[in-house]
């Protein structure tokens, strides 16, 4: 059996974007019940000069949905990067999530061997469609959502490393 580039790709962006909406339940929950401001998280960074919460969720669901996008060979949905609020962070995974679900199989797997242009203030960087998603698209997407997840535990929402892996349960695992 071989893996194609969309068992690769678009579950794997899914699975992240279920996962990080976990990471919201938990810290509502969370803040809820100690009567956290959960204002204090979208705002939140890890360093000053890195990006708060809400965009770190926002690049993750950009990572996402631009990368199938380039997969498929298909115009990613624009959004505007306005959420404030934890219910409009819902609302743009879920509309992330959403997009992912429109990209068939065929539309990927048939463009294996594209070429994919990522233009950049100071260049082009220019991929094979396996590459971008290896080297690029993946990790950046994990390292969005990576941040987002050390931004919540930094300020004290109790997630473990089974949020990260399975916030949203595991494939094939029993409820």
């Known amino acids: 059996m071989s893996i194609s580039l969309y068992d690769i790709s678009i579950p794997t962006y899914r699975r992240g974007l279920t996962n990080l909406a976990s990471f919201l339940d938990k810290a509502e929950t969370y803040a809820t019940a100690g009567g956290v401001d959960l204002a204090s ?20 669901s950009d990572s996402a949905k631009g990368g199938a996008a380039r997969l498929a060979g298909i115009e990613a949905p624009a959004m505007e990067d306005t959420e404030t609020t934890f219910a409009l962070l819902r ?3 879920s509309r992330t999530i959403a997009f992912l ?7 990927v ?20 469609a396996t590459d971008f998603l290896m080297q690029f698209s993946l990790p950046n997407f994990f390292f969005h959502i990576t941040t987002a997840y050390a931004i919540l535990r930094a300020n004290g929402v109790p997630l473990g ?15």
């Open 41 to 60: 998280y979208t705002e939140a960074r890890l360093a000053p000069d890195m990006h708060p919460f809400t965009r770190q969720i926002q690049i993750a």
């Open 109 to 128: 797997d048939a463009r294996t061997g594209a070429t994919i242009e990522l233009p950049f203030p100071g260049g082009v960087m220019t991929f094979t």
């Open 91 to 93: 609302v743009r995974i």
């Open 101 to 107: 679900d429109t990209i068939a199989r065929d539309q």
């Open 161 to 175: 490393k089974m949020d990260y892996l399975a916030g949203g349960g595991l494939p094939g695992a029993a409820a």
